[in-house]
C-alpha cells in the first residue's frame, strides 16, 4: 500500500512494442499487473490502436475487474500535452509508456513523488544495455518510460508539444527531478538478495531471450541450503515452460499442497520411500509457483501465506513418522523426539522473526557466518534429504532421530545468534557480531 495519495494514472500503450510478449506477458499486461499491485483502481489507456490494444487486454488480463480502464485512441503519432490536458482529474498524473519493461519498485516510486519527477537510469547495468538498442537513444536510460507530473507543470506547457520530448528536456536542463533506477534500493527482504530494479525498452526478437532469461534470474531467492542451490536450475526450467501455459501460481500451490499432504499419509503408513520421493519432488515445486508469481507478477493474498501452508505440511510428515516409529516400537520416545523438536523450530522462527524486525533483513544473511550456516542448517529441504539417505542406508528410524537433533541444533544456533544481535546496543556492537 503506498503511504500518500494516488496520482491518476495514464498508459501509453502502442502498438506493437507494448504488445512485445516476455515470458508469457505483454509488456502492457505486465504494466496492468504491476499498477494492480500498487492497488490503482483505474487508468486511462492511450493507443495508436486501440482496437488491437482493447482486444488484447480483454483476452489476456487477469484480474481485469480490479482496474478499470478507460481506452482513447491517440490521433498524433506521439501523446502531447493536449491529450494529458484533455483528462486529467487530478492534481497529479503519473504516465506510464507500456512499450517498456520497468520494475514494479520503480513505478511505486514515481506513485510516492511528492514533486515533479522523471525516470531515468544513470548507471545502466551492462546486462540491460544491449536491450537499449530499440531506443535509438545515445544516452541510455534516459529514454522517458514513466514519469509523474502535476496540473501546474502541464498547464505551463504548449498543448500541441509532445509530452515525451518536455519531459526529456526538463530533466536534461534539471528543470525537473529525476528518481534515479541506480540509487533505489536494491536489497529485497524476503529474497535475502539484491535485485536491482531495472527497466528498458521492448527488445527486438534477437535480444528477448536475453530481457526473458533476466526476468527469470530476477526470480530467484538468495542464500539458500544446499538442496535448494539443486533444485534451482530445476525450478528455472520449469518456469520457462510454464510461464507460457494459463497454469497460475496458486493452482501449482493447491496441487503440491497435495503431494505433501500424500507424503504425510505414506508416511503414517509405513510407505517411507514413496513418502520420501513425494517429498522429494514436493522441495522442487515449492520452488516453483514463488518464482511464476514474481515472474508473471501474480501475487496473491493466497500465494503470500503460502509459507502457513508449506509448514503445516512439513510438521505433519514429522509428525507421521513420529506415530509410525512409535506405534512400530522402533522408537519409542518418538513423540517426545518430535514435541521437543517442534517446540525448537517455533523459537528459531521467533528469533529470526525478531532479526528480521529488527535488521530488515534475514538472519540467514546478516553476516558471512549466518550465510554459511544455511547450506546446511535445519530445514525442511535439508530434513528431507537426511531422511531419504539414511533410508537409502537402510536406517530410517535413525533418520528421524537424525533429523530431529538436526533440527534442535540449528535452533540453538539460530537463537543464540538472535540474543547476540539483541544485545548490541549500539551500531559499533552491531558491525561487531556481522
Known amino acids: 500500500m ?11 500503450a502502442d502498438s506493437p512494442e507494448a504488445l512485445t510478449d516476455l515470458c508469457g506477458i505483454s509488456l502492457l499486461e505486465r504494466t496492468r499487473r504491476n499498477i494492480r ?12 490502436s486501440i482496437k488491437s490494444i482493447e482486444e488484447h487486454v480483454t483476452k489476456q488480463s487477469w484480474h481485469r475487474e480490479d482496474v478499470a480502464l478507460e481506452f482513447r485512441e ?14 486529467l482529474s487530478a492534481e497529479r498524473v503519473l504516465v506510464v509508456w507500456a512499450g517498456f519493461y520497468c520494475d514494479g519498485r520503480l513505478l511505486r ?95 527486438s526478437p534477437e535480444f528477448r531471450p536475453l530481457a526473458e532469461r533476466l526476468l527469470r534470474d530476477a526470480t530467484q531467492s538468495g542464500v539458500l541450503d544446499f538442496p535448494a542451490l539443486v533444485h534451482a536450475p530445476i525450478e528455472k526450467w520449469l518456469v520457462s515452460h510454464l510461464c507460457r501455459t494459463t497454469i497460475t501460481p ?38 516453483v509457483d514463488g518464482k511464476l508469481a514474481r515472474l508473471k507478477v501474480q501475487t496473491t493474498r493466497l500465494g503470500k501465506g503460502e509459507h502457513v501452508l508449506d509448514y503445516c505440511i512439513e510438521m505433519s510428515w514429522w509428525a507421521a513418522l513420529a506415530y509410525y516409529f512409535h506405534s512400530g516400537g522402533q522408537v519409542p520416545y518418538a513423540y517426545t523426539i518430535w514435541l521437543v523438536f517442534f517446540v525448537a523450530d517455533l523459537l528459531e522462527r521467533r528469533a529470526k522473526g525478531f532479526v528480521g524486525r529488527k535488521l530488515g533483513r534475514s538472519l540467514d544473511d546478516v553476516s558471512r557466518f549466518d550465510r554459511l550456516v544455511r547450506y546446511v542448517a535445519g530445514r525442511r529441504n535439508i530434513y528431507t534429504w537426511l531422511f531419504t539417505f539414511s533410508l537409502a542406508l537402510g536406517m530410517p528410524a535413525n533418520g528421524f532421530i537424525w533429523l530431529c537433533f ?17 544485545s548490541a546496543s549500539s551500531p559499533k556492537n552491531a558491525a561487531a557480531i556481522s
Open 2 to 12: 503506498l503511504e500518500t495519495s494516488l496520482p491518476q494514472l495514464l498508459i501509453v
Open 37 to 48: 499491485q500498487l492497488e490503482f483502481c483505474e487508468a486511462v489507456i492511450w493507443s495508436n
Open 74 to 87: 491517440r490521433k498524433g503519432p506521439q501523446l502531447t500535452i493536449g491529450d494529458v490536458q484533455d483528462c
Open 109 to 203: 516510486a514515481l506513485a510516492q513523488a511528492e514533486q515533479d519527477s522523471v525516470l531515468i537510469d544513470s548507471d545502466v547495468p551492462s546486462i540491460t544495455a544491449p536491450l537499449w538498442k530499440n531506443s535509438g537513444k545515445q544516452s541510455f536510460g534516459r529514454s522517458v518510460c514513466a514519469a509523474v507530473v502535476s496540473t501546474e507543470w502541464v498547464s505551463r506547457k504548449n498543448r500541441n508539444a509532445v509530452l515525451r520530448k518536455e519531459l526529456e528536456s526538463d530533466v536534461m536542463s534539471g528543470r525537473i527531478a529525476a528518481i534515479d533506477a541506480a540509487k533505489q534500493q536494491a536489497y529485497v527482504p524476503g529474497m535475502r538478495r539484491i535485485v536491482r530494479p531495472v527497466f528498458f525498452s521492448a527488445p
Open 250 to 287: 496458486n493452482q501449482i500451490t493447491l496441487g503440491n499442497g497435495v503431494l505433501g499432504l500424500g507424503a504425510t499419509v505414506f508416511y503414517a503408513y509405513g510407505y517411507l520411500w514413496a513418502g520420501a520421493l513425494l517429498a522429494l519432488v514436493f522441495g522442487v515445486i515449492d520452488g
Open 406 to 422: 538436526w533440527g534442535m541444533a540449528s535452533a540453538v544456533i539460530h537463537v543464540f545468534r538472535a540474543l547476540q544481535i539483541r
